[in-house]
């Protein structure tokens, strides 16, 4: 399964992150990898549910891959 950054804005409160952690578990998501600096993690998912958080406001949700400088 592909795996995702799912980020929600600065402003958002911490019962909101506790909820999209929640919809990425019971949809078939893994927690990977929860950030402490921003409001986010990492999910191993199946890319027919992102749309889930896609719809959301303040939801933020890219796949994660290998970035390079050159």
Known sequence: M???NVTLNKDSSFED???AKASAQQ???VIQHEYNIIKGFTVEYS???????ESS???????DSEVRTQ
Do not use: C, R, W
């Not at 890319?47 to 889930?52: C, F, K, S, V």
């Not at 406001?57 to 796949?63: K, L, N, S």
């Open 27 to 29: 949809n078939g998501g």
């Open 17 to 19: 992150y506790e909820k």
């Open 47 to 53: 890319g027919a549910h992102t749309d889930l958080f």
């Open 2 to 4: 592909p795996v995702y």
């Open 57 to 63: 406001d303040g939801i933020h949700v890219e796949q």
